[in-house]
């Protein structure tokens, strides 16, 4: 069974640019979390999704956002980028939105805004 | 401010001896603490949990214990092996769940052979 996959691994972008990442949840998971790690702050959450819909949403500034689709794959976007964004964005999937399913992690997706 | 704080980035051990990673929070409203070990280029795998209604857990030779007025936790990993030597995050939540994690900024464990 194929894991989370999260494309692109590495993305360099300029200030005020704005980045879409991708991320494929295990098949059959429909629960997808995204979460930001910088060496100062390790993993903070971002958002859930399930059912296309948004369930939760960490403490983030509005340039922050996602979606899911039918098929239970999820984007993140943030629009006009600062330094401070560069970091890795990892992507997480379980079978539903529920506690006692557990969360499996993609490899992430580093981003380097200059 | 960091409501979990790892404040060892870095431990080395001994193949064989007791790896002991510590984890510290502030939010008294957590009451889910777990453990995730991520090797390079993967993403963390969940190791082991514990709710707050509980002070210890074991899981083969992973063990966490849980001091609630210290709001300390604490990993043991015994006998230490060379494959455990990856980065340790110790993450917390509110509610019971295993959602909207808060995470520790990470401990690297080294097993030494």
């Known amino acids: 069974k194929a894991g989370v996959t999260q494309t692109p691994r590495y993305l360099i972008k300029t200030r005020g640019q704005q980045v879409t990442l991708s991320c494929s949840p295990i098949s059959g998971h429909r629960s997808v979390s995204w979460y930001q790690q910088t060496p100062g702050q390790g993993l903070q959450f971002l958002f859930e999704y399930f059912s296309e819909t948004q369930r939760n949403k960490g403490n983030f500034p509005g340039r922050f956002s996602g979606r899911q689709f039918s098929n239970s794959r999820s984007e993140m976007n943030v629009s006009t980028l600062e330094l401070g964004d560069s970091a890795l964005y990892l992507c997480?999937?379980?079978?539903?939105?529920?506690?006692?399913?557990?969360?499996?992690f993609g490899p992430g997706t580093r981003l380097t805004v200059t | 401010d960091q409501q979990v704080k790892q404040n060892s980035p870095s431990l080395s051990v001994q193949e064989g001896r007791i790896s002991i990673l510590n984890c510290d929070y502030t939010?008294?409203?957590?009451?889910?603490f777990l453990w995730y070990k991520k090797y390079p280029a993967e993403g963390p795998t969940f190791l082991i949990s514990?709710?707050?209604?509980?002070d210890k857990n074991e899981d083969g030779r992973f063990t966490v214990f849980l001091n609630k007025s210290a709001k300390h936790l604490s990993l043991h990993i015994v006998p230490s092996q060379p494959g455990d030597s990856a980065v340790y995050f110790c993450?917390?939540?509110?509610?019971?769940?295993?959602?909207?994690?808060?995470f520790g900024s990470g401990t690297q464990l080294t097993v030494l052979p």
């Open positions: 997480a999937s379980s079978l539903l939105p529920d506690s006692t399913y557990e969360q499996y």
């Open positions: 939010n008294s409203m957590f009451d889910y």
């Open positions: 993450a917390a939540s509110v509610g019971g769940s295993a959602r909207q994690l808060t």
């Open positions: 514990i709710s707050s209604i509980k």
